[in-house]
């Protein structure tokens, strides 16, 4: 299992709002370390999507939006597209573990 | 633009070597800490090593620690990273990952990645 717990999937129809969340613990997320998130089209490389638990790098619609509370952090699409069916990872820092994902969450529009 | 190609991949046999290589383009590479990042087939990310911009630390995965070099050559902008006694397990791609360090070297994240080199261990 990976440290930060996300998800396995999530679906949502053309134009709605999915969100998906990322767990962790005192050791990563609890302990103040910041969450970003990564956008994996099918077959390709992961991207970039959020850093530093809000903000967007350039390029990225604001559709997407990032938020952090205690443990765990949350990515939120709306207006959902098709072009977002894709895996998404959060990522964070461990005091024991060092840089750590999370087990990726499968983004199906329907 | 910021470019990063990996090579090296390739089959090996179980207990063998392999080193990989990742040639960077497009930015000042020696002001840069530069991560290698795996993915088995049909799973999730892995981090595997981080390398400073000086090379002067590096870091490992506990999956890999003792087995895996993680190095940079600055002078070619080029990351390295030494595979040996290589298992079944090691069996993924290889993406290696540009760091950025703005909220502190812990809060690093990955903003350029390359497109992976594949690298199978099967005898």
């Known amino acids: 299992q990976s440290v930060l717990t996300q998800p396995p999937s999530v679906s949502g129809a053309p134009g709605q709002r999915v969100t998906i969340s990322c767990t962790g613990s005192s050791s990563n997320i609890g302990a103040g370390y910041e969450v970003h998130w990564y956008q994996q089209l099918p077959g390709t490389d992961p991207k970039l999507l959020i850093f530093d638990n809000t903000y967007r790098p350039s390029g990225v619609p604001d559709r997407f939006s990032g938020s952090k509370s205690g443990t765990s952090a949350s990515l939120a699409i709306t207006g959902l597209q098709a072009e977002d069916e894709a895996d998404y990872y959060c990522?964070?820092?461990?005091?024991?573990?060092?840089?750590?994902f999370g087990g990726g969450t499968k983004l199906t529009v329907l | 633009q910021v470019q990063l190609v990996e090579s090296g991949g390739g089959v090996v046999q179980p207990g063998r070597s392999l080193r990989l290589s990742c040639a960077a383009s497009?930015?000042?590479?020696?002001?840069?800490?530069m991560h290698w990042v795996r993915q088995a087939p049909g799973k999730g990310l892995e981090w595997v090593a981080l390398?400073?911009?000086?090379?002067?630390?590096?870091y490992y995965a506990d999956s890999v620690r003792g087995r895996f070099t993680i190095s940079r050559d600055n002078s070619k902008n080029t990351v390295y990273v030494q595979m040996n006694s290589l298992g079944a397990e090691d069996t993924a791609v290889y993406y290696c990952?540009?760091?950025?360090?703005?909220?502190?070297?812990?809060?690093?994240?990955?903003?350029?990645w390359g497109q992976g080199t594949l690298v199978t261990v099967s005898s």
């Open positions: 990522q964070s820092y461990d005091s024991s573990l060092n840089w750590v």
């Open positions: 390398t400073w911009s000086d090379g002067s630390k590096q």
């Open positions: 497009g930015f000042s590479f020696s002001s840069y800490g």
């Open positions: 990952a540009r760091s950025v360090t703005a909220s502190g070297w812990q809060n690093s994240y990955f903003d350029y």
